[in-house]
Nanobody, 129 residues
Framework: EVQLQASGGGLVQAGGSLRLACAVS????????VGWFRQAPGKEREGVSC????????WYGDGVKGRFTISRDNAKNTVYLQMNSLKPEDTAVYYC??????????????????????WGKGTLVTVSS
């Protein structure tokens, strides 16, 4: 089966950093884009970042540009999200997901969760002020 396992969440003070990891199994990882979404209580799920496969590029939400960096290590079947300069507004459960194809889908400037076929269970990030 296809599995995505997110890890690396925790409690950090504002201005700190965390690195999330999404370990993917059950697919030919080199051909699959992987993205990150987050959801805070009372808010809609929003796209955070996405990285394509086969040199298809990256995408970042406006609120995290310049602070977050997405990368992938194909040898480890893992996608990382380095989060720097964290703000309390970044507090959310972070989910990794894959559309099962090489490219991320962006609709009207936002990463589409409808295009994601496979989802991990998420990891909680809490940023204190």
């Amino acid at each position: 089966e296809v599995q995505l396992q997110a890890s690396g969440g925790g409690l950090v003070q504002a201005g700190g950093s965390l690195r999330l990891a999404c370990a993917v199994s059950g697919v030919y990882f080199d051909d699959f884009a992987v993205g990150w979404f987050r959801q805070a209580p009372g808010k809609e799920r929003e796209g955070v970042s996405c990285i394509g496969a086969r040199d298809r590029g990256t995408w970042y939400g406006d609120g995290v540009k310049g602070r977050f960096t997405i990368s992938r290590d194909n040898a480890k079947n893992t996608v990382y999200l380095q989060m720097n300069s964290l703000k309390p507004e970044d507090t959310a459960v972070y989910y990794c997901a894959s559309p099962g194809v090489v490219a991320c889908t962006v609709v009207q400037g936002d990463l589409s969760h409808y295009g994601m076929v496979y989802w991990g269970k998420g990891t909680l990030v809490t940023v204190s002020s």
